[in-house]
T-cell receptor, first 113, second 113 residues
Framework: KAGVTQTPRYLIKTRGQQVTLSCSPISGHRSVSWYQQTPGQGLQFLFE???????NKGNFPGRFSGRQFSNSRSEMNVSTLELGDSALYLC????????????FGPGTRLLVL | GENVEQHPSTLSVQEGDSAVIKCTYS??????FPWYKQELGKRPQLIIDIRSNVGEKKDQRIAVTLNKTAKHFSLHITETQPEDSAVYFC????????????FGTGTRLQVTL
């Protein structure tokens, strides 16, 4: 099976703009989670989507949002970008409830200038 | 919320030696503990995981031990090889929120010849 894919891989934006990142999970996986990775804060959970519904949410401001489509693909949106949003955004997928193992995508590296 | 502490932050060993990385967690409800390896510029890859109903798990040169009473778990790598050089992250999650992983701060392992 193909692994988790994310697009775009690299992105440069300016403060105040918004950005949308995309994640395609492994075929058959219905849960998609998003994480932010920075040198200072490490890996932090943003949110999880399962069957098009947000199931869990981390401690991030409302500028961070997401959605999931019927084919399990997920998008993450960040509005009104701040310099501190510069990070590697990783998504991870897992098959079904009760199976904990998550597989990560390669990430989207976002630079906010 | 859950807090995961990881030590050491850096670890240098000679090829063939063993490496041990330790993590402690704060939430006694946590029941799933994966370890991820992240090479420079690459995605985190699951190398081993353990559930709270098991005290130890081995996979070739890698083993994980869990002490629920002390709320700590450890990664053991034996016969280290240069390709083991990477950043290793421990993580924890609770039942019902398996995707909501709380990560440790990472250990940079360097295996020298």
């Amino acid at each position: 099976k193909a692994g988790v894919t994310q697009t775009p891989r690299y992105l440069i934006k300016t403060r105040g703009q918004q950005v949308t990142l995309s994640c395609s999970p492994i075929s058959g996986h219905r849960s998609v989670s998003w994480y932010q990775q920075t040198p200072g804060q490490g890996l932090q959970f943003l949110f999880e989507y399962f069957s098009e519904t947000q199931r869990n949410k981390g401690n991030f401001p409302g500028r961070f949002s997401g959605r999931q489509f019927s084919n399990s693909r997920s998008e993450m949106n960040v509005s009104t970008l701040e310099l501190g949003d510069s990070a590697l955004y990783l998504c991870a997928s897992r098959p079904i409830t009760g199976v904990e193992t998550q597989y990560f995508g390669p990430g989207t590296r976002l630079l906010v200038l | 919320g859950e807090n995961v502490e990881q030590h050491p932050s850096t670890l240098s060993v000679q090829e063939g030696d063993s490496a041990v990385i330790k993590c402690t967690y704060s939430d006694s409800a946590s029941n799933y503990f994966p370890w991820y390896k992240q090479e420079l510029g690459k995605r985190p890859q699951l190398i081993i995981d353990i559930r709270s109903n098991v005290g130890e798990k081995k996979d070739q040169r890698i083993a994980v031990t869990l002490n629920k009473t002390a709320k700590h778990f450890s990664l053991h790598i034996t016969e280290t090889q240069p390709e083991d050089s990477a950043v290793y992250f421990c993580a924890a999650s609770k039942a019902g929120t398996a995707s909501k992983l709380t990560f440790g701060t990472g250990t940079r392992l360097q295996v020298t010849l």
